[in-house]
């Protein structure tokens, strides 16, 4: 997806940046490797922030640096950040302000205890992945002060990437630059981020009748 992005905005200057396919492949590898970690959301928004900050592909440094800016405006801290955090206050937590509901969560879930009676390799991986899943609710809307049993459930994309096509063909435009203006429809429905992307794409996108839901994509269509 983040490859499929970038040369839809970036283009020529995006092929440009690689010689032959085998020089992609190998650059589609590292990237993957150093986004591991981040959550679907904030590659999103960090997608959206490049193409307004950078004229050409970002290197993997700088765009890094916009997915740990993306994720901090949610007020989520970096997990390495968020683990040291927790660590810290492992002993009395419920005394400490916490920069964000889920690192507290995430310490709790992981064990107070075993936060500050055993050494990082027994409980870093642990709470990494307590804290990625907390991260992933915040950032599909929940609020963690009020922990709830079940997320919020994510639209039924069985056909969606077919009738997003489809679209593209009755507004003739790509099926990349498509897909990207209605990114959001693949987001919960009521997600703040899909909101946000909504409305980003209906000004950016100004010349199409972007359709707010599935079922108004479809009226479109029929």
């Known amino acids: 997806m983040l490859f499929a992005r970038f040369m839809t905005i970036y283009g020529h200057k995006f092929k440009s940046a690689f010689d032959d ?8 590898r590292e990237w993957a490797l150093s986004l591991a970690g981040y959550e679907e959301d904030v590659l999103v928004l960090a997608i ?5 900050q950078y004229s ?12 740990d800016q993306c994720q901090e405006s949610f ?51 642990r709470f990494n992945q307590h804290y990625k899943t907390l991260c992933q609710r915040v950032l599909a809307g929940e609020n963690l002060d009020q922990v709830k049993t079940s997320a919020l459930s994510a639209p039924n ?9 489809q679209w593209a063909r009755q507004m003739d435009i790509t099926p990349e630059l498509a897909q990207s203006a209605l990114y959001f429809l693949h987001l919960p ?8 992307l909504y409305l980003r794409s209906k000004f950016e996108y100004s ?10 994509l479809r009226s479109q269509l029929a």
């Open 207 to 216: 010349g199409y009748v972007i359709p707010d839901t599935i079922d108004a």
């Open 157 to 165: 994309n069985d056909n969606l990437f077919a009738l997003i096509d």
């Open 48 to 52: 959206e922030q490049a193409k307004r």
């Open 75 to 125: 007020g989520l801290a970096p997990k390495e950040q968020a683990y040291a955090e927790a660590c810290r206050h492992a002993t009395a937590p419920s005394h400490h302000p916490w920069s964000h509901a889920a690192v507290y969560h995430a310490g709790r879930a992981t064990g107070w205890f075993e936060l500050k009676s055993l050494p990082r390799q027994a409980t870093q991986g």
């Open 21 to 28: 396919d085998k020089e992609i492949i190998i650059a589609k």
């Open 189 to 196: 429905k009521h997600s703040p981020l899909r909101k946000n």
């Open 56 to 67: 050409w592909m970002p290197s993997i440094a700088e765009f890094l640096q916009l997915m």
